[in-house]
């Protein structure tokens, strides 16, 4: 079956913009979370949603940071007036609860503020 | 005291040896733990996971758990260049049972 998509795979923006970033996870997983890496670096927790609720933001870097679920299935993550330092890889993942949380991820979305 | 610890590497193996990547987790309480790869410029891809003490064999991947030591680790059997990727181990926490926690990731070079 189709995996995790994630749209668009680059995006390259001015500081100070604002960017959406898209992912659409597997069909039938109810959970979706969102990561970070940057060049170098290991895997940041963003957020986590189970369907459409997000019980834990607490790895949203900043308020500037927000992502909402809709349909208990696409997530959208948005930043709004970007700075440098958000340049990185967005990852989403989803799971399927029943199992023990084998998250499998999506491509990525390559983010380069300019 | 990072909740997840790997050796950076590189580890480099000579094509058809047996690799091994180590793991080692704080939180005693944990329950699950996965194996990813990462090939370069790609997204992190599943390839084990194991839940109880012991060892699990998929194929040439053999995963081997030992909740005791805390520890967990992947060995490659008969290593091949497309071995070659970032290994990360990643582990469930008991008190957010869906928050994975990411080691920083192996670096394995197999040599042909």
């Known amino acids: 079956g189709a995996g995790v998509s994630q749209s668009p795979s680059n995006k390259v923006t001015e500081k100070g913009k604002d960017v959406e970033l898209r992912c659409d996870p597997i069909?039938?997983?109810?959970?979706l979370y969102w990561y970070r890496q940057s060049l170098g670096q290991g895997l940041e927790f963003l957020i986590y949603f189970q369907g459409n609720s997000a019980p834990d933001k607490s790895g949203l870097p900043s308020d500037r940071f927000s992502a909402e679920r809709t349909g208990g299935s696409v997530s959208t993550l948005t930043i709004q007036r970007t700075q440098q330092e958000d340049s990185a890889v967005y990852l989403c993942?989803?799971?399927?609860?029943?199992?023990?949380?084998?998250?499998?991820f999506g491509p990525g979305t390559r983010l380069t503020v300019t | 005291q990072k909740e997840v610890e790997q050796n950076s590497g590189p580890l480099s193996v000579p094509e058809g040896a047996i690799a091994s990547l180590n793991c080692t987790y704080s939180d005693r309480g944990s329950q699950s733990f996965f194996w990813y790869r990462q090939y370069s410029g790609k997204s992190p891809e599943l390839i084990m996971f194991i839940y109880s003490n012991g060892d699990k064999e998929d194929g040439r991947f053999t995963a081997q758990l030992n909740k005791a030591s805390q520890y967990v680790s992947l060995l490659i059997r008969d290593s091949q260049p497309s071995d070659s990727a970032t290994y990360l181990c990643a582990v469930l926490n008991r008190l957010n049972d869906y928050k994975l926690s990411f080691g920083a990731g192996t670096t394995v070079t197999v040599r042909a």
């Open positions: 993942a989803s799971s399927s609860t029943g199992t023990l949380y084998e998250q499998y």
């Open positions: 069909s039938g997983h109810t959970a």
